[in-house]
């Protein structure tokens, strides 16, 4: 890689010398090395000397000049829409790409892709395939994708014990909605032995995070009064944090409650 010429480039970008810049700019794309060309775009993005735009165009020659992580940064910019036009069918031609050059974590994209069907045809067999390989090496979300997989049968035989185990490896990596996953097996006695004190440690560490499942499930606990002691203060904001996102279990209980109270603070009115 070419250090020096990027920094040269990058330099004359500060200053305002577009001459300078583009003299050098054409230097790096005339030797076409792909470490060189991602570098462009990394350091221009991290002193925001380039524009989103112009930053997508040096990791897309990268890319095409086979460098893995230039191929995988272009599958999360197409995905996302980051200085390109979101595009599904792009980013998961990208992540493939850059899974066949032996980055795990985008054949793990291409798997979750393939189990939702976007941006290629719906494959839950293959996208299983794919999981069980690359998870045990990759993202919290590839594992809890595969823990789902699991639980739900998709692409294999429903197996509660192993959804367990890979929404407990995402859990402890603090994913949320693993976590909430983990809590709820452990509430139910699927997967594991039913535990409720387990059960809310982590609900309460997806809760905080956010997570309106979590929020929802452990209200619900201290309203039926599963958690000693009960919670309602606590319960009555839960749901309310849940409702205010728009979860509707939350919506509909929190409005219940509230509808109760109301007809019980006229009943006492009127009494």
């Known amino acids: ?13 500060g200053r305002g010398d577009g001459e300078a810049a583009d003299r050098c700019f054409a230097r790096i794309r005339a030797e076409g090395d792909p470490e060189t ?13 380039l524009s989103d735009d112009q930053c997508a165009e040096w990791v897309r020659l990268a890319a095409e000049g086979g460098l893995a992580d230039a191929c995988h940064d272009m599958g999360d910019r197409c995905l996302g829409g980051y200085g390109v036009p979101a595009s599904d069918g792009e980013a998961f031609r990208w992540y493939s790409e850059a899974g066949a050059k032996g980055d795990i974590d985008a054949r793990a994209m291409t798997g979750i892709m393939m189990r939702r069907g976007r941006g290629c045809p719906r494959d839950p067999d293959k996208a299983f395939s794919i999981l069980k390989e690359a998870a045990p090496h990759s993202t919290a979300e590839a594992m809890y994708q595969l823990g789902q997989m699991y639980e739900r049968g998709e ?6 014990r192993e959804a367990f185990r890979w929404y407990y490896e995402a859990a402890k990596l603090k994913h949320p909605r693993a976590q909430t996953a983990v809590g709820n097996m452990y509430h139910d006695g699927k997967g594991t032995d039913k535990d409720t004190a387990k059960a809310e440690r982590w609900l309460r560490s ?35 944090k849940g409702a205010a996102a728009g979860f509707i279990p939350a919506v509909r209980e929190f409005e219940r409650i509230q509808k109760e109270r109301s007809q019980k603070k006229r009943g006492r009115e009127t009494a």
Do not use: C, S, W
């Open 37 to 49: 060309e991602y570098a462009v775009a990394l350091i221009g993005a991290e002193y925001r000397l």
């Open 155 to 160: 692409g294999t035989f429903k197996d509660y």
């Open 206 to 240: 997806a809760a905080g995070k956010g997570d309106e499942r979590a929020q929802f499930r452990l209200a619900l606990m201290h309203l039926n009064g599963e958690i000693k002691p009960p919670n309602r203060a606590l319960a009555l904001e839960l749901l309310r």
């Open 1 to 13: 890689m070419n250090r020096d010429l990027v920094e040269e480039a990058l330099g004359a970008v």
